[in-house]
């Protein structure tokens, strides 16, 4: 049988024998790169190649790439399970020519591949050739066509138009027609009734596009227009998985030996069968497709969040928990569970599954858990909605989008839901509001490119940044406006710099461009794009054609440097504390203050915390110099015993950065000997995914100030105690005090109330048969009223009432005992007559009010008033 290992090796063999480079696929989570978030087809690795901005180091290359569609230009997620062709994670199979070969060879190997080494029944075969476009002006494509016709009768050729082969990177930049290979599964039957041509490109499981060859001979302008490209490549791309269906003869992809060990997992976990129903069918294939882009996305360094890729991943998270939860019956994590059964199946060819199999268990783990409890409350709050809408049966659309936005509950399963209990959903309503915010994201984030304007031809740009932080001779290659939203930027590309661009968590450059007549232009940024170094000015200089000098923001960049070394003495202290396991999973790196992101599974205690800054700054004083390598081969350094990060894309050379016993791969900028750090301060440890936590940590000066701070606050509080030598027990001891001075003060209040009380009740007079104390005197009214409640508690048959002035204001008070409350009486509306008089209000319970006011005059009145209302 073909195995699908057999079936990759065959052909990367097939183009290794025509000449070809055997290279590694690319992370399938794209770092440093502002337009795209992942990996979506085998040529992205190359992009740098075809716009020209690198040189190729092979003419011919082969490779197997991880690519992910979920995202962006191409989003394949809502057909993955339902079909049986398209996922969200697939390999895809490809060769490269880089100004080498072009159409004529493309197209024989092709056909070479397919029928003479993997022997596919030629009569099954179709291809598809670029008709031409009036539009773009231009022609068919009738090289490609002649070199079809050598293999295929005509009726197997057929003819596209702009919008199936013509294949563009993006609204500019290399483009080229493109000629697809498709093929035709169905039974013989079936082809004797219609013909395999009329089913090509008609989005049927069984006629299916397998080969896409793309001939890139253009250069798409920013204002539309066509230039032919210096140099020509070929850019192939084939579904492996899709290759593994035919040539093990099943009818979807999923049949093949790269999912079945995983489907059959599925159905053991869940107890249901896979082809039990067409629901368990697609949940199944849903499920089985997601984990592997799940698993290998957080492997590549991506974690779930709810930003940018990150919130990617968790989505296409939540589609699994969520159809398996629906129509498998899993109310627990699941997908977790399935992480063996990955590892099994892909393990040996991915051994970066393995090494984080805690890390990969415990984040989806997490995730899951909390996606289920977020199901739960969606759910309940369906059935609000359902019983808010329960005249009119259908749930609004804004009612769908807040569960859908802000809860991630999924459109589909609220309308399931609804469906369930004879609700409709007005998905009208919400169609719009997820187009505003597709606009809104949008807005947020669209840039406008104008074309570049070459001022000095191709030459390449080099960073000299490592050695100088100033240059002179530089030459400007080009520039370009860039517009996002309302701002304008200029950026500028020269043909050496000694600014750092924006990469591994270490921020870009900033500083100043001196053109030859002295005009100086701020460098506001440096960022990386497609491999060119681009320089974020303000404006254009006057004069590009003469040398410029560059200069980068010195003492800044010193920052950076102690900053980026920091992390890796942190990283190495956290080794020897908590253990190897420790890997970096992320780090940001300023002038300021730094964060170093890792995996650990528990909190990092304040002992181990300690511990790790006394080693790294006993690694400072130590003072150990930089010692690099830069064009080290991977096999030299990771030989020296260097830590190479998963999901990080190395080239044939890497720079390995030494400091004591710290080894790492890293292209950053650093302080040339540990002790210009001076000093390292951590400032907090925190967890940000299940498995992962985070420090924030000060070097040099930052630090220092750090510890001003504290040791100014401590000052001020010794200051505060005479400077005792022990200011803690001076601090315990106060406190202790206040607690006992506190406790003392309450029982001589209550003493003070009570002691008040019996005097209020001795002075008593008795008026038409009703106890009755009066009084008139300042006092505290918090105190009076807790006398007067102590009072109401032993009395009967007795009424007090009390005018006074506190403050310069008037006050009331009038308390009944409870037998006179159970009489009629009642204070809190009595009082109110009685505030009228000063011009005031208040209330409070049958049994004691309160009355504030403004009229302190009218008080002997407002007395006379209480004690009439009380007697009466
Ligand atoms: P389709 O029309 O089937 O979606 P496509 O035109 O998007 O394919 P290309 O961008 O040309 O495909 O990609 C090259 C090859 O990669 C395709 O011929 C196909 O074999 C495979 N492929 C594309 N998308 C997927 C996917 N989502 N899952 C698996 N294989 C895919
Ligand atoms: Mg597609």
Same mark, same amino acid.
């Given at each position: 049988?073909?195995?699908?290992?057999?079936?990759?090796?065959?052909?990367?063999?097939?183009?290794?024998?025509?000449?070809?480079?055997?290279?590694?696929?690319?992370?399938?989570?794209?770092?440093?790169?502002?337009?795209?978030?992942?990996?979506?087809?085998?040529?992205?690795?190359?992009?740098?190649?075809?716009?020209?901005?690198?040189?190729?180091?092979?003419?011919?290359?082969?490779?197997?790439?991880?690519?992910?569609?979920?995202?962006?230009?191409?989003?394949?997620?809502?057909?993955?399970?339902?079909?049986?062709?398209?996922?969200?994670?697939?390999?895809?199979?490809?060769? =490269?020519?880089?100004?080498?070969?072009?159409?004529?060879?493309?197209?024989? =190997?092709?056909?070479?591949?397919? +029928?003479?080494?993997?022997?596919?029944?030629?009569?099954?075969? &179709?291809?598809?050739?670029?008709?031409?476009?009036?539009? !773009?002006?231009?022609?068919?494509?009738?090289?490609?066509?002649?070199?079809?016709?050598?293999?295929?009768?005509?009726?197997?050729?057929?003819?596209?138009?702009?919008?199936?082969?013509?294949?563009?990177?993006?609204?500019?930049?290399?483009?080229?027609?493109?000629?697809?290979?498709?093929?035709?599964?169905?039974? !013989?039957?079936?082809?004797?009734?219609?013909?395999?041509?009329?089913?090509?490109?008609?989005?049927?499981?069984?006629?299916?596009?397998? =080969?896409?060859?793309?001939?890139? @001979?253009?250069?798409?302008?920013?204002?539309?227009?066509?230039?032919?490209?210096?140099?020509?490549?070929?850019?192939?791309?084939?579904?492996?998985? *899709?290759?593994?269906?035919?040539?093990?003869?099943?009818?979807?992809? &999923?049949?093949?030996?790269?999912?079945?060990?995983?489907?059959?997992?599925?159905?053991?976990?869940? %107890?249901?069968?896979?082809?039990?129903?067409?629901?368990?069918?697609?949940?199944?294939?849903?499920?089985?497709?997601?984990?592997?882009?799940?698993?290998?996305?957080?492997?590549?360094?991506?974690?779930?969040?709810?930003?940018?890729?990150?919130?990617?991943? *968790?989505?296409?998270?939540?589609?699994?928990?969520?159809?398996?939860?629906?129509?498998?019956?899993?109310?627990?994590?699941?997908?977790?569970?399935?992480?063996?059964?990955?590892?099994?199946?892909?393990?040996?060819?991915?051994?970066?599954?393995?090494? @984080?199999?805690?890390?990969?268990?415990?984040?989806?783990?997490?995730?899951?858990?909390?996606?289920?409890?977020?199901?739960?409350?969606?759910?309940?709050?369906?059935?609000?909605?359902?019983?808010?809408?329960?005249? +009119?049966?259908?749930?609004?659309?804004?009612?769908?989008?807040?569960?859908?936005?802000?809860?991630?509950?999924?459109?589909?399963?609220?309308?399931?839901?609804?469906?369930?209990?004879?609700? +409709?959903?007005?998905?009208?309503?919400?169609?719009?509001?997820?187009?505003?915010?597709?606009?809104?994201?949008?807005?947020?984030?669209?840039?406008?490119?104008?074309?570049?304007?070459?001022?000095?031809?191709?030459?390449?740009?080099?960073?000299?940044?490592?050695?100088?932080?100033?240059?002179?001779?530089? *030459?400007?290659?080009?520039?370009?406006?860039?517009?996002?939203?309302?701002?304008?930027?200029? @950026?500028?590309?020269?043909?050496?710099?000694?600014?750092?661009?924006?990469?591994?968590?270490?921020?870009?450059?900033?500083?100043?461009?001196?053109?030859?007549?002295?005009?100086?232009?701020?460098?506001?940024?440096?960022?990386?794009?497609?491999?060119?170094?681009?320089?974020?000015?303000?404006?254009?200089?006057?004069?590009?054609?003469?040398?410029?000098?560059?200069?980068?923001?010195?003492?800044?960049r010193l920052k950076i440097a102690a900053n980026h070394t920091a992390t890796h003495l942190?990283?190495?202290?956290?080794?020897?504390?908590?253990?190897?396991?420790?890997?970096?999973?992320?780090?940001?790196?300023?002038?300021?203050?730094?964060?170093?992101?890792?995996?650990?599974?528990?909190?990092?205690?304040?002992?181990?915390? *300690?511990?790790?800054?006394?080693?790294?700054?006993?690694m400072i004083?130590?003072d150990f110099h930089l010692?690099?390598?830069?064009?080290?081969?991977?096999?030299?350094?990771?030989?020296?015993?260097?830590?190479?990060?998963?999901?990080?894309?190395? %080239?044939?050379?890497?720079?390995?950065v030494?400091f %004591?016993?710290?080894?790492?791969?890293?292209?950053g900028t650093h302080a040339s000997s540990t002790g210009r750090i001076g000093?390292?301060?951590?400032?907090?440890?925190?967890?940000?995914?299940?498995?992962?936590?985070?420090?924030?940590?000060?070097t040099g000066?930052?630090?220092?100030?750090?510890?001003?701070?504290?040791?100014?606050?401590?000052?001020?509080?010794?200051?505060?105690?005479?400077?005792?030598?022990?200011?803690?027990?001076?601090?315990?001891?106060?406190?202790?005090?206040?607690?006992?001075?506190?406790?003392?003060?309450?029982? &001589?209040?209550?003493?003070?109330?009570?002691?008040?009380?019996?005097?209020?009740?001795?002075?008593?007079?008795?008026?038409?048969?009703?106890?009755?104390?009066?009084?008139?005197?300042?006092?505290?009214?918090?105190?009076?009223?807790?006398?007067?409640?102590?009072?109401?508690?032993?009395?009967?048959?007795?009424?007090?009432?009390?005018?006074?002035?506190?403050? %310069?204001?008037?006050?009331?008070?009038?308390?009944?005992?409870? !037998?006179?409350?159970?009489?009629?009486?009642?204070?809190?509306?009595?009082?109110?007559?009685?505030?009228?008089?000063? @011009?005031?209000?208040?209330?409070?319970?049958?049994?004691?009010? +309160?009355?504030?006011?403004?009229?302190?005059?009218?008080?002997?009145?407002?007395? !006379?008033?209480?004690?009439?209302?009380?007697?009466?």
């Amino acid at each position: 049988m073909n195995t699908a290992k057999e079936i990759r090796q065959r052909f990367l063999d097939f183009f290794e024998s025509k000449g070809h480079t055997v290279v590694p696929s690319a992370p399938m989570v794209v770092k440093n790169d502002p337009t795209l978030m992942f990996t979506n087809a085998g040529m992205n690795q190359f992009k740098d190649i075809f716009l020209g901005n690198s040189a190729p180091k092979t003419k011919r290359a082969t490779d197997s790439q991880k690519c992910l569609r979920v995202s962006g230009k191409h989003n394949d997620l809502e057909a993955v399970g339902h079909d049986g062709r398209h996922h969200t994670m697939f390999e895809m199979l490809g060769n =490269w020519s880089f100004g080498d070969y072009f159409k004529e060879e493309a197209i024989s =190997w092709a056909w070479e591949l397919l +029928t003479e080494v993997y022997k596919i029944d030629k009569s099954k075969l &179709y291809a598809t050739v670029f008709e031409g476009s009036a539009e !773009d002006g231009t022609e068919m494509d009738s090289e490609a066509l002649e070199a079809w016709k050598k293999h295929l009768p005509e009726d197997h050729i057929l003819y596209g138009n702009k919008h199936d082969n013509f294949w563009e990177m993006g609204d500019t930049g290399p483009c080229g027609p493109s000629s697809e290979i498709h093929i035709d599964l169905r039974t !013989d039957e079936e082809i004797a009734k219609v013909p395999g041509r009329d089913m090509v490109n008609t989005d049927n499981d069984q006629v299916i596009e397998i =080969w896409n060859l793309v001939f890139m @001979q253009y250069n798409r302008k920013a204002d539309g227009s066509l230039e032919p490209l210096p140099a020509k490549n070929i850019d192939t791309g084939m579904g492996f998985e *899709r290759l593994c269906m035919v040539l093990q003869g099943k009818t979807s992809n &999923y049949d093949t030996d790269i999912f079945s060990g995983m489907i059959a997992e599925i159905e053991r976990l869940s %107890g249901h069968e896979y082809h039990e129903s067409a629901k368990t069918e697609v949940a199944m294939r849903v499920i089985a497709d997601h984990i592997r882009a799940i698993a290998f996305s957080i492997a590549d360094g991506q974690l779930p969040s709810n930003v940018k890729a990150g919130y990617v991943i *968790r989505r296409i998270l939540r589609r699994a928990v969520r159809y398996g939860y629906t129509f498998l019956g899993f109310e627990e994590p699941f997908l977790c569970a399935l992480v063996p059964q990955l590892i099994k199946d892909m393990g040996e060819a991915y051994p970066e599954l393995e090494k @984080q199999r805690k890390l990969i268990e415990s984040v989806i783990r997490e995730e899951e858990l909390s996606f289920l409890r977020t199901l739960d409350r969606g759910i309940r709050m369906m059935d609000d909605y359902m019983a808010k809408n329960a005249d +009119t049966k259908s749930i609004p659309g804004v009612d769908a989008f807040i569960l859908y936005d802000t809860y991630g509950f999924p459109i589909d399963l609220t309308s399931l839901i609804a469906a369930e209990n004879g609700y +409709t959903v007005d998905m009208d309503s919400f169609n719009v509001e997820l187009q505003k915010q597709k606009e809104r994201a949008r807005n947020a984030t669209a840039n406008e490119f104008g074309d570049w304007t070459i001022y000095v031809e191709g030459e390449e740009e080099e960073f000299l940044g490592y050695d100088n932080l100033e240059l002179s001779g530089v *030459r400007l290659l080009k520039s370009r406006v860039v517009k996002q939203k309302n701002k304008t930027m200029i @950026q500028l590309v020269f043909d050496k710099t000694p600014f750092y661009a924006e990469m591994g968590g270490q921020v870009g450059d900033t500083g100043v461009a001196v053109s030859a007549s002295g005009e100086e232009i701020h460098i506001l940024n440096t960022v990386k794009e497609n491999n060119l170094t681009v320089h974020i000015a303000e404006r254009v200089p006057e004069d590009c054609e003469g040398e410029f000098i560059l200069k980068v923001d010195g003492e800044r960049r010193l920052k950076i440097a102690a900053n980026h070394t920091a992390t890796h003495l942190l990283d190495n202290a956290l080794r020897q504390v908590l253990g190897t396991h420790v890997e970096q999973k992320g780090s940001f790196v300023g002038p300021d203050y730094f964060r170093f992101d890792f995996s650990h599974f528990a909190k990092v205690t304040d002992e181990e915390l *300690r511990k790790v800054e006394h080693i790294v700054n006993s690694m400072i004083r130590n003072d150990f110099h930089l010692e690099e390598k830069r064009d080290a081969t991977m096999d030299e350094a990771l030989g020296m015993g260097a830590i190479a990060l998963f999901g990080e894309k190395y %080239g044939d050379k890497v720079r390995v950065v030494k400091f %004591g016993p710290s080894i790492e791969l890293c292209g950053g900028t650093h302080a040339s000997s540990t002790g210009r750090i001076g000093f390292f301060k951590i400032v907090s440890e925190s967890a940000i995914a299940a498995g992962v936590r985070r420090i924030e940590a000060l070097t040099g000066e930052a630090a220092e100030n750090l510890l001003d701070t504290v040791s100014d606050t401590l000052k001020g509080i010794r200051e505060m105690f005479n400077n005792v030598p022990d200011v803690t027990a001076a601090i315990t001891k106060m406190l202790s005090e206040n607690t006992d001075a506190r406790k003392k003060l309450e029982e &001589y209040a209550k003493a003070k109330a009570a002691e008040f009380a019996k005097k209020l009740a001795d002075n008593s007079e008795k008026i038409n048969g009703i106890n009755i104390a009066t009084f008139n005197r300042d006092t505290d009214p918090a105190m009076f009223r807790e006398a007067a409640a102590m009072l109401q508690k032993e009395v009967t048959n007795f009424a007090l009432a009390a005018a006074y002035e506190h403050d %310069g204001k008037p006050q009331l008070l009038l308390m009944y005992s409870a !037998d006179l409350v159970a009489a009629g009486h009642n204070a809190s509306v009595d009082i109110k007559e009685a505030a009228k008089l000063i @011009q005031g209000g208040g209330g409070g319970q049958p049994f004691l009010a +309160t009355a504030g006011g403004r009229n302190t005059v009218a008080l002997k009145e407002a007395l !006379d008033k209480l004690v009439e209302i009380a007697t009466r």
